[in-house]
């Protein structure tokens, strides 16, 4: 697993090379720095990212490759997070915090699986094939974004709001990673219907606060980064959306969970709540006996 999570950081580096556009336009090497600056920065991001992905070509074969090329893509937008976040105006900083947040929520997912339950690791471990529906929310909010942006530009300039929405955002993936690492190998992306001798129930760390940390800090993540946006159409659709995805992950898991560990689980679903608002999960009724 060493071997994974060395290429996944070599790849993420790389990706994240971009910003050494900052050098190009300070040494006036590159095209002259001016008015059309942002111009410029998306000529170089391009020819990086295609002179890296040949680079990437040469160097990783196979599987190596398939890790590389996604953690080299999730990197080159972290490092477009930084370069739009350092050009003026604010309005499209903004946009560049988002990224940031974004490919970093990506990267560390996989860079934790790694780490704590590698025999879990896949290329799937990056979560960039979610779901459809995660894709096309994220699409609605770039298309909000920048429609708002250009119709209603002054008050994209709502940068102290931006900045809970970054905060709400930090909190939100600290809850979630605290959670991946109480929970190490009993820790699934993917919600699992058959017990495996070696999951344990835990109750321990962070999920003494809450049932669901993860989904905690997902959920306030993902409604975050609509603040960061200054979204407010897709802030309430992310609110809504994420609610209710949690709302059926939670009961199916937990209706799982009970079928795993039975009255353990029940007592420990008595003393601590799911963390999520309004959300109780699964209801359990024991069965009456007739007599
Ligand atoms: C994506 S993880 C989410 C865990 C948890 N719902 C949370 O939000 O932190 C889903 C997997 O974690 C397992 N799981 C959930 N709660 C657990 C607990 N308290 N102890 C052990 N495994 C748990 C489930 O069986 C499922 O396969």
New binding site residues.
């Given amino acids: 697993m060493l071997k994974e999570i060395s290429i996944s950081i070599q790849g993420f580096l790389l990706g994240l090379g971009v910003v050494s556009y900052f050098f190009f336009e300070c040494t006036h090497l590159y095209l002259p720095a001016a008015e059309w600056e942002r111009e410029n920065a998306l000529i170089y991001c391009i020819l990086f990212y295609i002179c890296v992905n040949i680079f990437l070509f040469v160097l990783f074969r196979g599987d190596d490759w398939q890790v590389a090329v996604r953690a080299c893509f999730i990197g080159n937008f972290f490092g477009i997070g930084i370069i739009i976040s350092a050009l003026p105006p604010w309005s499209y900083k903004l946009f560049g915090f988002y990224l940031i947040i974004l490919s970093f929520f990506h990267f560390s997912e996989y860079l934790l699986t790694a780490i704590t339950n590698p025999s879990n690791l896949s290329l799937d471990s990056f979560l960039l094939n979610h779901s459809v529906s995660y894709w096309v929310a994220a699409c609605c909010s770039w298309i909000e974004f920048f429609l708002e942006r250009w119709l209603l530009t002054s008050y994209k300039e709502y940068w102290y709001v931006s900045v809970i929405g970054i905060i709400i955002c930090i909190l939100g993936e600290i809850t979630r990673k605290l ?1 991946m690492i109480t ?1 190490n190998t ?4 993917i ?2 219907v058959n017990r495996e001798e070696s ?5 321990w760390g962070i ?1 003494r606060l809450f ?5 905690v800090g997902w959920f306030w993540w993902s409604v975050g980064t609509q603040i960061v946006l200054l979204n407010p159409i897709c802030f309430i659709g992310y609110a809504i959306t994420s609610w209710y995805f949690f709302y059926v992950r939670v009961y199916f ?1 937990e209706m ?2 009970i079928r795993f560990f039975g009255q353990k689980y029940v007592d420990y679903k008595r003393k601590v709540g799911t963390g999520l608002p309004f959300i109780s999960g699964y209801y359990y009724k024991p069965v009456e006996s007739p007599n």
């Fill in positions: 959670a929970a009993n820790f699934n992306h919600v699992q999951h344990e129930l835990v109750t999920y049932r669901h940390p993860s989904y898991e799982m969970l």
